[in-house]
């Protein structure tokens, strides 16, 4: 809602931020960066899905970082779309990192899942096309694993305490970028 863009947390700056567009209440995705870095930058977001895009400008070139969260009831076009998203974006980076609450059951791929489902299929077969592996290795929801790290990275991925009813996700992206200094 609009009372969120006043928000703050301390030593860190909004970089983007998605609203719900159906008109239903919550949700959503916003990324913040540590305010003294002007590294990451809001690319675009998706036109299907509440999905945002950033560039990282790093020491290994721009690296994609995509902001993903998938609603239990969701079309499967918010996965589907992902292919075509990441093809627009793959000739401009060295690296792709997705964090995802996907919602998706596949126990063949994901450890901690109810079942196997169509759209996992669909979402497992994405990955293999663009070499992207999973990250997150326990439980980030109840018995579930449903909050995701995809990336063709080697990345430190760390599962840490509840906020609301989700574990959070640490990430660790092992590059260095540049700091603004003053001349």
């Not at 995705?29 to 400008?57: F, G, I, P, Q, T």
């Not at 979402?123 to 909050?147: G, W």
């Not at 080697?154 to 840490?160: A, G």
Request: hydrophobic share 35%; glycine share 4%; aromatic share 8%.
């Amino acid at each position: 809602t609009p009372s969120t863009d006043k928000f703050k947390t301390a030593s860190y700056k909004k970089v983007s931020r998605l609203d719900r567009r159906d008109g239903r209440r919550g949700g959503g995705v916003r990324v913040y960066c540590k305010s003294h870095l002007d590294c990451l930058v809001d690319v675009c977001h998706s036109d299907v899905a509440e999905r945002n895009w950033m560039y990282l400008h790093s020491d290994h070139g721009f690296i994609l970082i995509g902001n993903f969260y998938r609603p239990p009831d969701a079309d499967d076009i918010c996965i589907t779309s992902l292919s075509h998203e990441l093809n627009q974006h793959l000739p401009h980076v060295n690296g792709i990192v997705l964090v995802v609450d996907f919602n998706i059951h596949h126990r063949k791929w994901l450890r901690f899942s109810s079942g196997n489902t169509a759209i996992g299929e669909t979402l497992k077969a994405i990955c293999d096309d663009f070499t992207l592996n999973q990250l997150v290795s326990e439980t980030t929801r109840q018995q579930y694993l449903l909050d995701l790290v995809l990336s063709d990275m080697p990345l430190d991925v760390k599962v840490l305490p509840m906020i609301a009813d989700h574990k959070s996700v640490f990430i660790k992206i092992p590059v260095e970028v540049a700091s603004p200094q003053t001349v």
